[in-house]
Nanobody, 126 residues
Framework: QVQLVESGGGLVQAGGSLRLSCAASGRTFSSHSMGWFRQAPGKEREFVAAIDWSSGNTFYAHSVKGRFTISRDNAKNTVLLQMISLKPEDTAVYYC???????????????????WGQGTQVTVSS
């Protein structure tokens, strides 16, 4: 069982930066591939970024590639999402998610993640 708690959201002007953090409970954190998703009002929850538990390879949605960076610190049971050059269309609730232990793949698919945080609001003003 993995419990996830996001933090770091807030209000920022277009062009600004934010860093989201996801703190995970449990002793198996290093065995879980982790992802970030977001959901804007009236829209489906969409994939943002993921990091594989074994290889450390990262994966990004086309809309955020080059602006967002996902990373993890297994010693601190934390996954981060650094966001720069933010745009109003990045406004959404951002969710941290974990795949089952020792599973790699389907990073872009919501159903591949078993554990979810409660979300943190990111608002980018124009």
């Amino acid at each position: 069982q993995v419990q996830l708690v996001e933090s770091g959201g807030g209000l920022v002007q277009a062009g600004g930066s934010l860093r989201l953090s996801c703190a995970a409970s449990g002793r198996t954190f290093s065995s879980h591939s982790m992802g970030w998703f977001r959901q804007a009002p009236g829209k489906e929850r969409e994939f943002v970024a993921a990091i594989d538990w074994s290889s450390g390879n990262t994966f990004y949605a086309h809309s955020v590639k080059g602006r967002f960076t996902i990373s993890r610190d297994n010693a601190k049971n934390t996954v981060l999402l650094q966001m720069i050059s933010l745009k109003p269309e990045d406004t959404a609730v951002y969710y941290c998610a974990a795949q089952p232990a020792h599973y790699s793949g389907s990073y872009y698919y919501r159903g591949a993640y078993d554990y979810w945080g409660q979300g943190t609001q990111v608002t980018v003003s124009s």
